[in-house]
């Protein structure tokens, strides 16, 4: 056995398709080596049912200690019910950016060879969820309202966090996403942020800006001219749907959400009620969002392991899940994945 060290890191296998998926990459690190010291840790329906929590004080304590996890999709209520535990777990570590990278890797689709990056502000905006009902006549819920909220600061630090996201990882370009031209305020205040930040990194990083509308469609009619990518949160909620669906969809989407003191890494995907259990999950964006996870302690070289042998699975074609076209199993993968390792 080999003295490296290991690395402590909360894995939350979560609901529906969670542990399935959970199960195959851990699998998959375990086969090439990561250093990773799983505390196994409960969250979402799995933990109400267990101890009537969604989010137990043993999960919450575990992230502080590890600062690190890897987390199968939640079952969130719709409605009324408890408060997304994802959007919870952003708020309890002050994980304000979502960074969500999208690159072919099924060859010759209809849009090939897509690298970009969105990188999501995911503590303010809308997801602050001021909601409430205003009655009309006799119909207490006769309107519904919400509000969000944009900070100065937070804007300032997304925008910084998208730049000097480019410089380290070699990026030419940062679009800045808004609707400043309708929600004069609310969006208007991250454009004058971004735009003040954008300067500073004039001559090493472009700068650009586009309205979500006509970025929304500029996205499928020439993703290519992204690079990366810099939105508010509900924005960055819908583009980054928009851009797994460019390569393949949601089975092949990672994200990760990072703060100053801790990271978050899980696939963009939810719980997938529909084929949980059935065996025919794409563990895929979740292996993708380990690799993420892999690259922020410093094990690259492990992540490009990894990509290598998606990459070469993929591209023969014979061992693929049901979303991609295929026939094969969670399981078939996994083992199909470890023999490329
Ligand atoms: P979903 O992403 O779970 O599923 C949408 C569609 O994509 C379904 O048809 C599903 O079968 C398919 N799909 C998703 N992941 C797949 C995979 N890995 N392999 C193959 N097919 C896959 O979205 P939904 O149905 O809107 O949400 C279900 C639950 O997940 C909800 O409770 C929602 O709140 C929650 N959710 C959680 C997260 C998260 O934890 N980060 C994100 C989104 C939704």
Redesign the pocket.
């Known amino acids: 056995m080999s003295a490296e060290k290991t690395i402590p890191a909360t894995l939350i296998p979560?609901?529906?398709?969670g542990p399935e998926?959970t199960e195959s990459v851990t699998e998959i690190l375990a086969a090439v080596g990561a250093p990773f010291d799983w505390d196994n840790q409960l969250a979402?329906m799995a933990a109400v049912d267990a101890t009537g929590n969604p989010l137990p004080p043993q999960t919450i304590a575990s992230i502080h200690r590890t600062g690190l996890a890897l987390?199968?999709?939640?079952?969130?209520?719709?409605g009324g019910g408890f408060k997304?535990i994802?959007v919870t777990l952003r708020q309890e570590f002050g994980l304000f950016a979502n960074l969500r990278p999208t690159h072919t890797i099924v060859p010759g689709g209809r849009f090939d060879k897509i690298d970009l990056v969105l990188v999501r502000e995911n503590l303010e905006g809308y997801y602050a969820a001021m909601e409430s009902y205003i009655p009309v006549g006799d119909d207490p819920h006769g309107i519904a309202t919400g509000a969000g909220y944009n900070s100065r600061a937070e804007c300032n630090r997304i925008v910084r966090f998208a730049f000097e996201y480019a410089v380290k990882n070699n990026r030419k370009k940062v679009t800045l996403v808004h609707k400043a031209n309708i929600l004069k305020l609310l969006t208007g205040l991250f454009l004058e942020e971004g735009r003040k930040v954008a300067k500073e990194y004039e001559g090493r990083v472009e700068c650009n800006e586009r309205i979500v509308d006509a970025c929304a469609m500029q996205l499928v009619i020439d993703p290519w001219q992204f690079d990366v990518i810099v939105t508010t949160n509900l924005f960055g909620d819908i583009l980054s749907d928009l851009t797994a669906g460019l390569v393949g969809?949601?089975?092949l989407a990672p994200g990760a959400n990072i703060g100053e003191k801790a990271a978050v890494f899980?696939?963009?995907?939810?719980?997938?009620?529909?084929?949980a259990g059935k065996n025919?999950?794409?563990?895929?964006?979740?292996l993708m969002a380990a690799n993420m996870m892999l690259k922020h302690v410093g094990r690259a070289d492990l992540a490009t392991r990894i990509e290598s042998a998606i990459q070469s699975v993929i591209t023969e074609g014979t061992v693929r899940?049901?979303?991609l076209g295929g026939t094969a199993g969670t399981r078939e993968l996994t083992a199909a994945l470890k023999q490329k390792l």
């Open positions: 979560g609901d529906g398709i998926i979402g987390k199968g999709p939640l079952t969130t209520p719709v997304s994802n969809g949601l089975g899980e696939a963009v995907h939810g719980s997938a009620p529909d084929i025919v999950a794409n563990p895929l964006a979740l899940t049901r979303d």
